[in-house]
């Protein structure tokens, strides 16, 4: 009852005006015409911190910086790129050595992002900070714009070799985290971190590990997350609640080991080449 869908043909049913009519005609077909409601980004990717830059010639200390670099992927023309929208993804944390470092503190090691560049709504990033006792564990946390959103502290804990699913999506005045097929976080957006407004679908953009450097400063905080993305895919009808405890449970079992995923890694390599 809650639908765009439904509330146009109410709409169209209710009114006598033959131009609200015609364009909750419109509406309706474009709405009941959605082509898909899952589509695959990307099977299994692996991030290196790898910094090609020279160490401070004052401490000797490397990794001053990462080179400009991304993996950017737009949206395929087919989705339809209206709020709700989200994705899904399963994530394996493979080192902990880089979130024990002293010197972490503020470090963000980025997982994906979304940017609407049509819209005006700020790029939405999810990463992961270190925990504060330095045990090599992570912390999940989002930013829209400059809107910071961290779940409890005792939720989103992500530790090493474990995988963990990880869906969120985006409504136009509210935005979702689930973690492990639970959410453990829902906001709302205000001003222009709201989805309002559109009147046809918008081209998106997913970039995969660091953004580029124009939404985010390629300095001594940004990294990659030391670890694994895998089937991470785009809703674009959003994800539920029961849709993510579904993806989680019943994904679990299908899940590759260690050795199985860097069968998958080759395999993909050679299919992108």
Known sequence: KNSDLCRFAMLLVNSSDPLLRAACLRAI??????????????????????????????TMKPYQGLPTQTLSLAL????????????????????????????VKNWKFHLMSHATPASGVPRIQLFVVPCEDRSGNGHLEMLLGDM?????????????????????????????????????????TSGNKQFVGMSTPQIGVVYIGLPPPDLVNHARGNWFFPGYLYELTYHDNGITAMEASVMSKQGRSGLPNEHQVQHLEVSEDADTS
Request: with cysteine; hydrophobic share 35%.
């Open 76 to 103: 395929p023309k087919k989705v339809y790129h209206l709020p709700p929208f989200g994705y899904s993804m399963w994530i394996y944390l493979e080192d902990d050595y880089e979130l024990r470092k002293t010197d």
């Open 148 to 188: 910071h959103l961290k779940p409890p502290e005792e939720l989103g804990l992500i530790k090493a070799r474990q995988w963990i699913h990880v869906a969120w999506t985006m409504g136009r005045r509210r935005i979702q985290i689930f973690f492990n097929g639970e959410m453990v976080l829902e906001d709302c």
């Open 29 to 58: 077909t474009t709405l009941g015409g959605r082509p898909t409601r899952e589509q695959p980004i990307i099977n299994v990717v692996r991030f290196f911190n790898l910094c090609m830059m020279p160490p401070d010639v004052k």
